[in-house]
């Protein structure tokens, strides 16, 4: 997307950027449509599997504003995933369990309001990209990526090490957290509920991307030291993309944690660092709606080839070779066509 | 004499046992193009990069309009008027020429922290960047991808580029290098005419170019300014024909 993305306004030339939004819409409507259907055919698994799609997609898209937007190869997302779902854990613990969570200066005993965890998972993921990122962004390159790693395992080995809240167990939510006038343990309402969230994640971004920031960050992918130039120091873009990113990622965590009603150190691990990567491989790095078309696909393969194989993740891995080599733009590469140039 | 608009006293910068800029001393004044030449190696990159603030210097001391450079950064400067093109070509290649112009808008205003309005439709950015896109001549060409561009036409973008900046001086660095002929004297003509708009402090190779456009000379040898003169003086220079142009000649 990015050019794209931001010429659209004023000098959008028609063909291929309105095959871009079709494809768009198109899985937006492959989602929804998937969700309704397997509800109304009493499929319950189908739904919590499409949930499972969406969610996956709201973390890939925090990484595919650093990642798309601003060239900024994170592999320690897992991280804020993680620290989303433990806030959700965490803070239905404590009320589920009536034992306050701090007493000083106010009792606090928790809350199984998902608005408010949400607000706390993505204050928490913010705080967290905004301490990672600082001291991230002193380094470009592969030390980036092997930085950002590094930040990710130490607090996925604080999750194991720490008995308080389960350590290498996890911790269980037994009933999900409440929105108000829903019924969330309904899969259908869940659903509807993340779909929604999943879309206004993207229409953010997209807002973002058209801006001026969203400017200056895609020009901190293509070229810092004209951005320099210019007047605009990379670092501090760069810095509130992370923060941003991070909240987004952290508010996934929340929602797979009263997905699944259980957070585990599984949540922080490099493997889930790994997995939000190739979504965006898949889907079209820098697409905006690359990591819905790359949750989608990974969790149908996941789904259909892991009933034929218990090795599915070698077919997977011909895949990924297979997109890297020959589609580099990913799912939606291949079907809207190619960035106009980069 | 006008005030200079830049000026450098003392600058020394070392690698190690290589004295990169040596003790070196320049100014650049109201509506003239200072030209900085020398051999390979002389140390004009390393001091354009001190003067835009890429590098910090070991010692001396750059004033712009008087004040001192010292703990501002290459982005500050830039906000200060201070424009500059790259030896080789440096633009955001995936952007259109109109992105390119408007992301430099955008640095001059100060203001990129804005999330929500789409920025190709700010007409407080887009006016401007138009203006200077004709300017540089690049009229007709706002939606082509800087990749797309040839080499000429993407000095044409860096020059817009520099023109956003509300200029209070041109930093050039090689802007000819890689050019035609016919493509020189163009670029030539453009920077001739902006000398008017603020003043440039201009490091070429081509020197049809550098007596043709330059009102001063000064001739950098490892590190250390040999001669400074007007291109007539600089011609007649017997060390600066011993230790430069004779190399040509």
């Known amino acids: 997307m ?20 079709i494809v768009n819409a198109a899985l937006a409507l492959g989602l929804i449509g998937f969700g309704l259907g ?24 925090g990484l595919n504003l650093v990642l798309g937007f601003g060239g900024l190869v994170s592999f320690g997302h897992a991280a804020y995933f993680g620290l989303g779902g433990y806030t959700a854990g965490i803070l239905a613990h404590h009320a589920l369990n009536y034992t306050p969570m701090f007493e000083w200066p106010v009792l606090f005993e928790g809350t199984t309001s998902m608005p408010v965890i949400w607000l706390v998972a993505m204050a928490v993921g913010a705080l967290a990209a905004a301490v990672i990122g600082a001291l991230s962004l002193r380094t470009t390159g592969v030390y980036f990526i092997m930085i950002t790693l590094a930040f990710g395992q130490m607090i996925f080995y604080f999750a194991i090490s720490w008995p308080a809240y389960g350590g290498e167990d996890g911790l269980p939510i037994y009933v999900r957290n409440g929105f108000p006038g829903l019924n969330t343990l309904d899969p259908i309402q869940f659903f509807v509920l993340v779909v929604a969230l999943l879309l206004a994640v993207l229409g953010l971004i997209a807002m973002l991307a058209r801006s001026r920031f969203g400017l200056a960050l895609q020009a901190a992918r293509q070229n810092r030291q004209r951005l320099m130039a210019v007047g605009i120091r990379p670092g501090g873009v760069l810095l509130v993309a992370f923060v941003i990113s991070g909240a ?42 690359a990591p819905l078309a790359g949750a989608g696909l990974y969790i149908a393969l996941e789904h259909l080839l892991g009933g034929v194989s218990d090795h599915w993740q070698f077919f997977f891995g011909l895949l990924l070779l297979g997109v890297v080599l020959f589609a580099r733009g990913g799912v939606i590469g291949f079907l809207a066509g190619g960035r106009k140039h980069g | 004499m006008a005030d200079p608009i830049l000026d450098i006293r003392g600058l020394s910068k ?236």
């Open chain 2, 14 to 249: 070392s690698f190690g046992a290589l004295k990169a800029t040596d003790d070196v001393s320049l100014d650049l004044r109201p509506g003239e193009i200072h030209a900085l030449i020398g051999p390979n190696g002389a140390g004009k990159s390393t001091l354009i990069k001190q003067i835009s603030g890429e590098i910090a210097q070991d010692a001396g001391e750059i004033r712009l309009d008087g004040r001192s450079l010292s703990g501002v950064d290459a982005a500050g400067r830039a906000r200060l008027g201070m424009a500059r093109s790259f030896q080789v070509s440096s633009v955001a290649s995936e952007f259109t020429v109109l992105q390119n112009v408007v992301l430099a808008v955008q640095g001059a205003s100060g203001a990129t922290f804005r999330f929500f309005r789409p920025v190709m439709r700010d007409a407080a950015l887009i006016d401007p960047a138009r203006d200077c896109i004709a300017q540089a001549g690049l009229t007709g060409r706002e939606d082509v991808p800087a990749a797309a561009l040839a080499h000429g036409e993407r000095r044409k973008l860096e020059i817009a580029m520099a023109l956003a900046l509300r200029p209070r001086l041109f930093l050039l660095d090689e802007p000819m290098a890689g050019m035609g002929t016919e493509g020189a004297r163009v670029l030539g003509d453009l920077l001739d005419g902006l000398r008017h708009r603020a003043p440039i402090l201009l490091v070429e190779h081509d020197m049809d170019a550098v007596f043709r456009l330059s009102d001063r000379v000064s001739v950098l040898v490892y590190g250390r300014v040999v001669a400074t003169g007007t291109p007539d003086e600089i011609r007649a220079d017997p060390e600066v024909q011993r230790v430069y142009l004779g190399e040509e000649a």
């Open chain 1, 38 to 61: 397997a509800w109304a055919t009493g499929e319950t698994f189908l739904v919590t599997l499409a949930t499972k799609v969406a969610i996956l997609a709201i973390a890939g898209a």
């Open chain 1, 248 to 289: 987004i990622t952290a508010l996934a965590g929340a929602l797979y944690a009263d997905l699944n009603r259980f957070v585990s150190p599984s949540m922080l691990s490099w493997h889930l660092s790994g997995e939000l990567l190739v979504f965006l491989i898949l889907g079209g790095t820098g697409r905006l709606f």
């Open chain 1, 2 to 21: 990015s050019a794209a993305e931001i010429t659209a306004a004023p000098t959008g030339r028609g063909g291929r950027m309105a095959r871009a939004q």
